[in-house]
């Protein structure tokens, strides 16, 4: 079933019913038969998929008001000093190295480039 960009694919009741391009949650990595529901990412590349056993831990925490959420954590008021590393020139290329590493291994794909690069970067940086 297609909700605007999403796919929503309910579990088949097909007991033992194995088929070569079984899709998994791109976070928890149970195939789409042992969920309830799987979620596609509304664009083709790179494709993920969030089952709804993982939404339901997305949801406990942005509810949950004693998790700080990442906007608060990033603001910085008048007087307080940013973590060094943050200033540093190369953050932002270490950040990005980190979500093309994180996302590689959550698709399920060989990381180690990704993670070489990550490494390089922060050992340029004297992480």
Not at 24 to 40: A, Q, T
Not at 84 to 93: M, N, Q, V
């Amino acid at each position: 079933m297609r909700v605007g960009a999403f796919e929503i694919r309910r579990r088949e009741t097909q007991a033992g019913a194995t088929r070569a391009g079984v899709l998994s949650c791109s976070f928890c990595h149970k195939s789409e038969d042992s969920v309830g529901k799987l979620i596609s990412s509304p664009s083709d590349y790179p494709r993920a998929y969030i089952c709804d056993e993982c939404i339901a831990v997305c949801a406990t925490v942005l509810e949950d008001p004693r998790v700080p959420s990442v906007a608060d954590a990033m603001v910085v008021t008048p007087g307080e000093e940013t973590h060094p590393l943050l200033a540093h020139p190369l953050a932002s290329s270490l950040f990005t190295a980190m979500e093309r590493w994180i996302r590689c291994e959550a698709l399920g794909g060989d990381a180690a480039q990704e993670f070489a690069e990550f490494r390089s970067i922060a050992a340029r940086m004297g992480v």
